[in-house]
């Protein structure tokens, strides 16, 4: 038996933009002669990959690096029930076996990395010159983050999420994003396309994104219309003053425009008008339907890859493999009790 050895692989730089970290593997291995480590990863959590969908809900993830290093990472898991109608989607793991696999392959020559694996059979050129494929066991564990920043309106109601906090007694905005529901549904106002579940959208209480105005206060009460429930203050709330709900509906699915009733038609909908004050009571809401974008960081944890030719192995605890984004279309977020 010869003595453990470790290999330690050093940094380098590839481009004067950024540094890309080597892999650094320290693995003791009982080397047998065919058991070694021969590897410079040149990616890492910070590297941008490339999402493949294919029939039967299989995925691909992949990149290829400046160094013609091809890492694919080939799956079965449905991203969106991991995200969807989640207020804030956080992780989720997917386990290494025959049908999730991790492969690795040196290439002679560069290519798009769309071009080599967005397809159902990979190009003959550039050729592989060597390839290395997970075996059964370890983890892929998916880490989930809203995208975020300024300008960053997720709901589309025409104010940025950062202003959507809550604020304290001076007007400073305090917390985080999901600490403020003024209607107390369970979805946080960035996520909520009608604040005061009034079934007026926000975006529309504001004057629109175009115009808006956010201090609009229309009873004069201290509460911006998008955040009052009585936005004339005459003491029936806004969603019951849509009167032709049930008659342009049904009971079971009403039409929800308090915009559209204006009892003695002077143009101001009644809704915004203090001096009609008929009610029918509307306990039904519109649904909120958002659009969100989120960045997804994948590790490799545990993972043992074989070459496909001989004994060679590449073993290590973690990796970062890359990050990519995914967004969700026209999604429900349904009201928390």
Do not use: W
């Not at 007007?171 to 604040?195: A, E, K, M, Y």
């Amino acid at each position: 038996m010869k003595s453990a050895k470790c290999y330690i692989f050093e940094d380098r730089f590839k481009t004067m933009r950024r540094v890309i970290l080597l892999m650094i593997i320290a693995v003791c291995l009982s080397c047998d002669d065919g058991d070694i480590i021969v590897s410079d990863f040149n990616f890492d959590a910070d590297s941008s990959l490339n999402l493949c969908e294919f029939e039967n809900n299989r995925k691909v993830l992949h990149i290829v690096t400046e160094s013609n290093e091809a890492i694919s990472f080939t799956f079965e898991e449905n991203i969106l029930e991991n995200i969807e109608n989640i207020i804030d989607p956080v992780q989720f793991t997917v386990e290494i076996d025959g049908s999730n696999r991790i492969n690795y392959r040196r290439l002679s020559s560069s290519v798009e990395s769309n071009d080599y694996f967005c397809q159902e059979i990979p190009p003959g050129e550039p050729t592989v010159v060597e390839e290395f494929a997970s075996t059964n066991g370890g983890s892929v564990l998916f880490t989930i983050s809203r995208a975020s920043g300024e300008g960053v309106d997720t709901d589309g109601d025409g104010i940025p999420d950062l202003n959507e906090r809550a604020t304290d007694s001076e007007g400073n905005f305090i917390g985080d994003v999901f600490g403020h529901d003024t209607d107390q549904d369970g979805i946080p106002n960035f996520l909520d396309i009608d604040d005061d579940n009034d079934n007026v959208p926000t975006v529309v209480e504001i004057g629109g994104t175009d115009d808006s105005d956010i201090d609009l206060d229309t009873d004069g009460d201290g509460v911006r219309n998008y955040l009052d429930e009585d936005d004339d203050g005459d003491g029936v709330l806004t969603r019951n003053e849509d009167l032709n709900a049930f008659e342009e509906g049904t009971p079971e699915e009403p039409v929800l425009n308090p915009r559209d009733d204006d009892s003695n038609d002077d143009g101001i909908p009644n809704y915004l008008d203090a001096s009609i004050s008929e009610e029918v009571i509307v306990d039904f809401f519109r649904d909120n339907v958002v659009s969100r974008n989120f960045n997804i960081t994948v590790v490799f944890n545990n993972i043992t890859l074989q070459n496909i030719e001989n004994e060679r192995t590449i073993r290590f605890n973690s990796q970062g493999f890359g990050t990519f984004s995914f967004p969700t279309s026209n999604e429900v977020i349904d009201f928390r009790e």
